[in-house]
């Protein structure tokens, strides 16, 4: 008698008869309990972790930075740990000096600033008062304005608690390290390392994996490594450009706390959209101490800079090689936020980045075994993975 050949389903989950299936639940449920009920074992790994990803990823970041020129110097005839050393000693050497003069202008006009705001704000709901009682609608200016206020105090005390949940989520990532002093020596020493030899970290892990699944796994860390570089060094040149063109134009306009504004403006737009947003609005109020004018002058300007520095620098700078939709940015800082707090929001998109890798690989092995079982009811398309076929 001809044996029953398994269910194609049966054989898509790898088993040849249906208590295999069973047996796969059982033993998942098993294992899920198990890990839940052990997970105390796993905090020694969580606190080293969190001891090392601090410097790694600000060692990450001046890889990305300063590998590029590295190269170029090295290809002058330099050794790559001298072209490191020569690098090291410039961006120190303008650190210093550029630090030693800004450092005071910022210092001072920061705590000017924070003195003067409230009075800012207050001046700003008055003029606006002013422009609403010479229309139709100044019978209802008190009713608008009382909404507007209390919809800013609501604003601000959620930031204030964002805030305090970040600085809750940043301690808790810092913990294991007595200060971010450890981070900033031990940041520069990795990078060091990597930039000196940077096939030879590559190397060592792909020696760690077997061979079957190496080539899976070189797709995997080139695209990561494309990404996480994509985002680290674009988003940080192109906030240090617009902080920089920012301040060249406020200091044109003859706008007030012209340095703050701009490097408040040059930070915040490491969150996409709703830095810049955050930064206009104080530049608004302190433009309307000035005059109408001034107010016409910056609105003018900021949006002309945005338009231009989203055009012709971001694209420049990052490409397009992340490949996300505003909108899918917008959810990711919402949701990351809510969930890490200030972390969150500031590393929300490279994480997404490296969750959507790894799941488009999961799925795109999926799509390749369905074919394997069930490709004579209709294939899937395009299963491969590589740098190509993913990008």
């Known amino acids: 008698m001809e044996k029953e050949k398994p269910s194609k389903l049966i054989q898509f989950f790898g088993g040849k008869t249906s208590y295999y299936l069973i047996g796969l639940i059982i033993l998942s449920a098993l294992a899920i309990y198990l890990l839940n009920t052990v997970s105390?074992?796993?905090k020694p790994l969580v606190v080293v972790v969190s001891t090392v990803l601090p410097p790694m990823i600000f060692a990450l970041l001046i890889y990305y930075l300063l590998n590029p020129i590295v190269n170029f110097i090295s290809k002058k005839g330099l050794s790559r740990t001298i072209s490191i050393a020569l690098t090291y000693i410039v961006i120190l050497?303008?650190?210093?000096?550029?630090?030693?003069?800004?450092?005071?202008?910022?210092?001072?006009?920061?705590?000017?600033?924070?003195?003067?705001?409230?009075?800012?704000?207050?001046?700003?709901?008055?003029?606006?008062?002013?422009?609403?009682?010479?229309?139709?609608?100044?019978?209802?200016?008190?009713?608008?304005?009382?909404?507007?206020?209390?919809?800013?105090?609501?604003?601000?005390?959620?930031?204030?608690?964002?805030?305090?949940?970040?600085?809750?989520?940043?301690g808790t990532l810092f913990s294991a390290v007595s200060s971010t002093a450890i981070t900033l020596f031990t940041g520069p020493i990795i990078a060091f390392f990597l930039i000196q030899s940077p096939q030879k970290l590559y190397n060592a892990v792909m020696e760690m994996i077997p061979p079957r699944f190496r080539k899976d796994s070189s797709a995997l860390i080139k695209i990561a490594n494309q990404q996480l570089?994509?985002?680290?060094?674009?988003?940080?040149?192109?906030?240090?450009?617009?902080?920089?063109?920012?301040?060249?134009?406020?200091?044109?306009?003859?706008?007030?706390?012209?340095?703050?504004?701009?490097?408040?403006?040059?930070?915040?737009?490491?969150?996409?959209?709703?830095?810049?947003?955050?930064?206009?609005?104080?530049?608004?109020?302190?433009?309307?101490?000035?005059?109408?004018?001034?107010?016409?002058?910056?609105?003018?300007?900021?949006?002309?800079?945005?338009?231009?520095?989203?055009?012709?620098?971001?694209?420049?700078?990052?490409?397009?090689?992340?490949?996300?939709?505003?909108?899918?940015?917008?959810?990711?800082?919402?949701?990351?936020?809510?969930?890490?707090?200030?972390?969150?929001?500031?590393?929300?998109?490279?994480?997404?980045?490296?969750?959507?890798?790894?799941?488009?690989?999961?799925?795109?092995?999926?799509?390749?075994?369905?074919?394997k079982y069930f490709a004579d009811e209709g294939a899937y398309r395009k299963t491969g993975f590589s740098e190509d076929d993913y990008l």
């Open 229 to 371: 570089g994509a985002f680290l060094k674009g988003q940080v040149i192109a906030s240090l450009l617009l902080g920089l063109i920012y301040w060249g134009v406020f200091l044109l306009l003859g706008l007030q706390y012209a340095t703050v504004i701009a490097l408040a403006a040059g930070i915040l737009s490491i969150i996409p959209y709703i830095g810049s947003f955050l930064a206009f609005l104080p530049g608004l109020f302190i433009a309307f101490q000035d005059s109408t004018f001034m107010v016409v002058k910056f609105v003018i300007a900021w949006f002309v800079v945005q338009l231009l520095h989203g055009d012709l620098v971001v694209p420049r700078v990052m490409g397009d090689r992340l490949k996300i939709h505003p909108i899918t940015i917008l959810v990711v800082l919402l949701v990351m936020g809510d969930l890490l707090g200030l972390v969150g929001v500031i590393f929300g998109i490279p994480i997404y980045s490296m969750i959507k890798l790894l799941i488009v690989f999961t799925f795109r092995k999926f799509k390749q075994r369905y074919n």
């Open 40 to 42: 105390f074992i796993f």
């Open 93 to 170: 050497a303008i650190m210093f000096f550029g630090g030693a003069r800004l450092v005071p202008v910022i210092r001072d006009q920061a705590q000017d600033l924070v003195k003067q705001f409230p009075a800012y704000v207050a001046d700003f709901q008055q003029t606006i008062k002013n422009f609403l009682d010479a229309t139709p609608f100044a019978s209802s200016s008190d009713e608008a304005l009382n909404s507007i206020d209390k919809l800013t105090k609501e604003a601000l005390n959620y930031l204030g608690n964002n805030w305090q949940d970040g600085a809750k989520g940043l």
